[in-house]
């Protein structure tokens, strides 16, 4: 993770696979979430954190999930308590057959500073 200036830019990555089990229940799924986040005044924020995804074991034509877009959020407060509010638009560049074209992400984070 980088903070330079009013920026947060980040990656999570994570691959899957499977060892052993029962049946043909294989795993081999990749998964990806870049974060690209600018801060705005007053605790506004704009976002573009999509969950791009592939799966191994689908036909070549049908493995990845590839989501672009982004939105805003806003730290506010309950109380003392204070809150991330979050809300994301993607579209699926690449997707694999019946899967959606579009997806929609709303977003509560309920923050416990020290």
């Known amino acids: 993770m980088a903070t330079p200036g009013l920026w947060m830019i980040g990656l999570v990555a994570n691959q899957q696979l499977s060892v052993g089990g029962w049946g043909d229940g294989r795993v081999n799924s ?14 506004w924020y704009l976002a573009s954190v999509p969950v791009i995804t592939a ?12 989501p672009v877009g982004g939105g805003v959020g806003k730290i506010v ?3 003392k308590l204070p809150l991330n509010l979050q809300l994301q638009a993607f579209y699926n560049v690449e997707r694999p057959e019946d899967s959606p074209s579009w997806q929609l992400r709303f977003q509560l984070l309920f923050l416990f500073p020290k």
Not at 30 to 43: A, C, D, F, R, S
Request: no cysteine; hydrophobic share 40%.
């Open 30 to 43: 990749t998964y990806l979430q870049p974060m690209v986040i600018y801060h705005l005044p007053k605790g």
């Open 55 to 66: 799966n191994w074991e689908a036909p070549a034509g049908n493995r990845w999930t590839v």
């Open 77 to 79: 407060r309950l109380g």
